[in-house]
């Protein structure tokens, strides 16, 4: 079976663009979660969706971010305009239900120039 | 606000000695997974534990949890070097909500 999968893998972009991380989840799984991972801060949740609804995006650091979750195989994170300070991994996870096992897509890593 | 702390953060030990990782929350939950993440690799789901006393073992990985202490512990038996990774635990909040994830456990398995 297919696990999540994330696209891209790696995106470098310069400072001020816009950038779309993507994600297609596990089929049947009711929840999404997009998380940022990195040294400083380690892993933080920024938003999650629970059939398709967005349930809590209180994690979302700033207007820039938005995500969206148009079916329910498919979601979007978006970053405009995009900053240095940005630069992480960025993991997308899907699960049965809100607190099942999560399933962990291989990340994006993104770095702003 | 749920609150989950691991000790130790880092922990370097040798081949063949055991170590127990610590998770502890500051609600109650009858909820618990154990995540294992290699350099650079995704997160992957080694345990889910849901009640007290459920303990669940796989290799040299041992999880067990005490709801009334709030509590979880990851025990590792005859460390070998392919277990250095980083383990995160994670915890229910409430019923059927998100889980809330521990900062994370850095293992070192040194030869």
């Known amino acids: 079976d297919a696990g999540v999968i994330q696209s891209p893998r790696h995106e470098v972009t310069e400072m001020g663009q816009e950038v779309t991380l993507r994600c297609k989840p596990i089929s049947g799984h009711n929840s999404l979660f997009w998380y940022r991972q990195t040294m400083m801060r380690g892993l933080e949740l920024l938003i999650y969706?629970?059939?398709?609804?967005?349930?809590?995006d209180s994690g979302m650091p700033e207007d820039r971010f938005s995500a969206k979750m148009p079916n329910a195989s498919f979601s979007t994170l978006k970053i405009q305009p995009s900053e240095p300070r940005d630069s992480a991994v960025y993991f997308c996870a899907s699960s049965l239900w809100v607190s099942g096992t999560q399933h962990f897509g291989d990340g994006t890593r993104l770095s702003i120039l | 606000e749920l609150k989950v702390e691991q000790n130790p953060l880092f922990l370097s030990m040798q081949e063949g000695k055991n170590y127990t990782i610590y998770c502890n929350y500051s609600t109650t939950s009858d909820r618990l997974y154990w995540y294992r993440q290699d350099p650079g690799k995704s997160l992957e789901s080694l345990f889910v534990?849901?009640?007290?006393?459920a303990v669940k073992q796989e290799g040299r990985l041992m999880a067990s949890l005490d709801t009334k202490a709030r509590l979880s512990t990851l025990h590792i038996t005859a460390a070998v070097h392919d277990l250095s990774a980083t383990y995160f635990c994670a915890v229910e909040e409430t019923s059927g909500s998100r889980l809330t994830f521990g900062e994370g456990t850095q293992l070192t398995v040194n030869p």
């Open positions: 534990l849901l009640s007290n006393g």
């Open positions: 969706f629970n059939n398709n609804v967005p349930i809590d």
